[in-house]
């Protein structure tokens, strides 16, 4: 699998707003659900957003619901997952992976998922 490529990420203070993006030149999402996820320190890694193959239905975890939106621009392969009013507990690494919603809860489609480098986002108070 060629590996996706995170950017945008950086530090900021909490308030303000961040936006990802994902390129997928290798096609690796085409079929599939495609969403956000991220590790925050000490923690697991676990989702935070979902978007269906046809970008008509989006599901997010409660902690980030009315703060994170994500979009994609399917001829340039690419996902975006647009932070606002950051808070600390956002501070992760954040990656993006086909995926799949249920119970309220955004996990990986495949379980051979190969994570990218990831983008580190980083807010202080």
């Known amino acids: 699998q060629v590996p996706v490529l995170e950017s945008g990420g950086g530090l900021v203070q909490a308030g303000e707003s961040l936006t990802l993006s994902c390129i997928d030149s290798g096609k690796t999402f085409d079929g599939y659900a495609t969403g956000w996820f991220r590790q925050r320190p000490g923690k697991e890694r676990e989702g935070v957003g979902c978007?269906?193959?046809?970008?008509?239905?989006?599901w997010y975890i409660d902690s980030v619901k009315g703060r994170f939106t994500i979009s994609r621009d399917s001829a340039k392969n690419t996902l975006y997952l647009q932070m606002n009013n950051l808070q600390v507990e956002d501070t992760a690494m954040y990656y993006c992976?086909?995926?799949?919603?249920?119970?309220?809860?955004?996990?990986?489609?495949?379980?051979?998922?190969?994570w990218g480098q990831g983008t580190q986002v980083t807010v202080s108070s």
């Open positions: 978007m269906s193959w046809s970008g008509q239905s989006t």
């Open positions: 992976a086909a995926c799949s919603s249920i119970a309220g809860l955004v996990i990986p489609a495949l379980k051979n998922t190969h």
